[in-house]
């Protein structure tokens, strides 16, 4: 393995809602450079798709536009709450502004399949069971990033298990239009 990348010092993204303990540092893609050397830096690890197969993470991001989510583990009720959510963002919408929606855990791929059925994702999802991503990149905790070629734009990193970015915050910054999350049925007045 090769060693760590150092973060940059930067503001934090979010505010330390609570906890004791000090915001860990925060990856700052905002130059350029910093998205580009963020990208480098896991092009070329591995994650899973949901048949085990082995994709390289740049491979997902290079030629097209991407959010992608990493979540803490398929077992957290607060993602699990959080990619319900992501599920229900049209892909005509994505379709519209060219992005692709991509979910990341840290889990086995064999959890995939289960997990999307339980949340009703079915959106792109893959694994980096070795948590090699979420090691390079200095996570852990869930994350949103956007990214487009050989570029992160974004980054969000939760500060505690209930600072998960806003999703229409982030479908914004990618120009996909709102989505509204509320399920509640019409009323149809007879």
Known sequence: M???MAAPSVAPVTRQISGRAPPAPVPDPSGPESGQSLA??????????????????????????????????FLCYICKEYVEDLAKIPKSFLQEA??????????????????CKLTGYSHEIYVDPEREIYKRLGMKRGEETTSSGNNIHFIHCDRNRLDHKPINSVLQLVGVQHVDFTSRPSVIHV
């Open 2 to 4: 090769q060693g760590a």
């Open 40 to 73: 480098a830096a896991v092009a070329d690890l591995p994650v899973l798709d949901a048949s085990g197969r082995r994709v390289l993470f740049g491979a997902l991001f290079r030629e097209r536009r991407a959010v992608v989510v990493f979540v803490r583990h």
């Open 98 to 115: 060219n992005v692709t929606l991509i979910v990341i855990g840290q889990s086995s791929y064999h959890h995939i399949e289960p997990f």
